[in-house]
Nanobody
């Protein structure tokens, strides 16, 4: 079984920065794809950014390009550096992982991911 634990959420003013981390434990799978989704109040959960462990291919949602950066800290930890935060970035952020390589057409679909963390709250004040 795989477990994902997020950390690093909090309250920040608009224009500020936060760094989220996702630690993976349990069964290792070299072909994993890991990333982040988020759910704002009253909205459905949506794609933020993902990275393939095998080749480092990374995808970002248009709304976060140029502001958010994924990085692989070690074999089991993925971080999301969030800069120039906006009030509309306020959401619960969820770490997600897939056992296999998620294709370029499926990376933004929740159904492509097998494991989810419990989420961490990010609040950006104006």
């Amino acid at each position: 079984q795989v477990q994902l634990v997020e950390s690093g959420g909090g309250l920040v003013q608009a224009g500020g920065s936060l760094r989220l981390s996702c630690a993976r434990s349990g069964r290792a799978f070299s072909s994993a794809t890991m990333g982040w989704f988020r759910q704002a109040p009253g909205k459905e959960r949506g794609f933020v950014a993902v990275s393939r462990w095998s080749d480092g291919t990374t995808y970002y949602a248009d709304s976060v390009k140029g502001r958010f950066t994924l990085s692989r800290d070690n074999a089991n930890t993925l971080s999301l550096q969030m800069n120039m935060l906006k009030p509309e970035d306020t959401a619960v952020y969820y770490c997600a992982a897939a056992r296999g390589i998620v294709s370029g057409t499926d990376y933004d679909r929740e159904e492509a991911y097998d494991y989810w963390g419990q989420g961490t709250q990010v609040t950006v004040s104006s």
